[in-house]
């Protein structure tokens, strides 16, 4: 048997244990039994779909299912509330595991770079998101929303979520999974305006037309464009916006749902403003934000992108960046700091003399960057998994290669895996070191069934509200409470 830490429970590392799983069992010299650790710093799996999805998207948040089965199967076990660099190290994780997989994602934004970043009242829109979506580093109360103006940086798909959840009447998410305090702040909010802000132009942006539509079907919301700044020459004297439209459907998409704003009328409790080709150049306040400062940008003739040295100031008492994204590094493994990845080839680990390094692999963002979508995260994990099997397990690469993509892959058979009992045994003890290590340290990883009676509690206080299917429970305490009664 082959055992397997995977370090992350979301998309990533799920997907990343599902294709060891299924490819192993599919191996053309023959089944491979695989067991899979899955560790993860907090005490519920499941990542970006639990804690970074808005509450309002329920057919993304309904991806937890799928995962769901991932860590059903019995090749699987999940251990929360364990933190690699503190909990167990590298070395622990290498001395118990024939292989360690790397999993843990980007959760830290970029900063914007410019002066009055750090006043009161300027967040990263990720600790936002973290807010309203209950993860359990954020406080319910660190956000109150009494600014009646607020700037969203950037022009992807959270800024795109940020701004919906601002501009949205907050009855709309009573059936959604919304922490109740977090709900209460939106039913108090005074936010009035929200001004979504491009540092480029409308065809460089990234949402997608699907979340870009859902802007403009918010009820009580009047969504306004500027109709110069949706031109696509006049602040791109270099063709390439008009040919991103032309080879881009996409871009086609979004630029029909943005000029049908344009030509309607303005009306709605709620303002949302979009805009292009303006980058912040400072946040103004003394004791908190009261405005950003934008230059207006342009790309020239020869695409080369710059300011235009004219500038323009916005009323905004709360300014939240949403400019990308980065991982952070995880103790003792190697780290990019440019590129905010682990070194790799295809998955593989590598040292600082560029070779593999044996048994360490990396998957999902911490492999690649923040690109792509939830689904990404699938054939990325099928990549690093065959190349941790070519190394391992010792099937040729030209077989490993061959097989089919992991979502065509079935699990292994239960009565295939019933025979493996002796070798099970075997590997049950070796996985009894890391245990051996935790208890040591006094740590009680979370079970999968302790999660269970997270989901139960939170379906239980949803009964209680009024509210829908599931409420999260809205901090550490609750959590552990749920997870852990009798240590109450």
Known sequence: MLQVAVVGSGPAGLYTAEALVKQAAALPGGPLRVR???????????????????PDHKSIKSIAQYLRKVLESPDVEFLGGVHLGEDVTREDLLGAYDAVVYATGAMRDRKLGIPGEDLPGS??????????????????????????????????????????????DPAELHGTDVPQPVLEALHASKVREV???????????KFTTKELRELGELPGVSVVVHPDELDLNAFDSSGQSASLAESDRRVRGNLVAMRSWAQRPAGGARKLTVRFWLRPAEIHGTERAAGITLERTRLDDTGVFGGTGEYETLDAQMVLRSVGYQSVPLEGVPFDPKSCTVPNAEGRVLGPDGDPLPGEYVAGWLKRGPTGVIGTNKSDAAETVRCLLEDLAGAPGSNIAALPRAGLLKYPDPATAASAAD????????????????????????????????????????????RGERVKLHNRAAIWSACRPDDD
């Not at 309203?132 to 940086?153: K, N, R, W």
Request: hydrophobic share 45%; aromatic share 8%; net charge negative.
């Open 36 to 54: 899979v650790d899955v560790l993860d710093r907090l005490p519920t799996p499941y990542g970006l779909v639990r804690y970074g999805v808005a």
């Open 123 to 168: 967040y990263a829109a990720t600790d936002f998101v973290n807010w309203y979506c209950g993860h359990p580093d954020l406080d319910s109360s660190a956000f109150t929303l009494d600014a009646e103006s607020v700037a969203v940086i950037g022009v992807g798909n959270v800024a795109v979520d940020v701004a919906r959840i601002l501009a949205r």
């Open 195 to 205: 001004h979504m802000i491009g540092r480029r132009g409308p065809a460089q942006a």
């Open 423 to 466: 070798a099970a045994d075997a590997a049950y003890t070796q996985a009894s070191r890391l245990a051996d290590v935790l208890g040591e340290r006094g740590v009680r990883p979370v079970s999968y069934a302790e999660w269970l009676r997270i989901e139960t509690a939170e379906a239980e206080l949803a009964k209680t509200l009024g």
